[in-house]
């Protein structure tokens, strides 16, 4: 269906900044909400911040005040800025978008995930 690339993990040492960005690909799909999640080694999954299509924006309790998310719907881009960024947040950051895709015979449902991006916040 829609793929998913992300951009932008790597390492940073702890204060530092980090952006993350994630393009859905698929010229026919109507993107709704878009999101992040992270899991973090031997954790559970967690959702980060997600964003729908005009702009409301959700923000986990962990990365207040620090993370915000943010998208181009002419793009169909969703960005992840991280601030002030801890140890804690080390983990593989997944890009998560719901939507529906136009096909030739009507129309589906989907949601795809991002392969996952790394970012390591050294102390």
């Known amino acids: 269906q829609v793929q998913l690339v992300e951009s932008g993990g790597g390492l940073v040492q702890a204060g530092g900044s980090l952006g993350l960005s994630c393009t859905a690909a698929?010229?026919?799909?109507?993107?709704?909400?878009m999101a992040w999640f992270r899991q973090a080694p031997e954790k559970q999954r967690e959702l980060v911040a997600s964003?729908?299509?005009?702009?409301?924006?959700t923000i986990g309790d962990s990365v207040q005040g620090r993370f915000t998310i943010s998208r181009d719907n002419a793009k169909n881009t969703v960005y992840l800025q991280m601030n002030r960024l801890k140890p804690g947040d080390t983990g593989v950051y997944f890009c998560?978008?719901?939507?529906?895709?136009?096909?030739?015979?009507?129309?589906?449902?989907?949601?795809?995930w991002g392969q996952g991006t790394q970012v390591i916040v050294s102390s």
């Open positions: 698929g010229n026919s799909a109507s993107i709704g909400t």
């Open positions: 998560h978008v719901e939507g529906v895709l136009m096909i030739d015979t009507g129309s589906k449902i989907f949601d795809s």
């Open positions: 964003i729908t299509v005009r702009g409301e924006s």
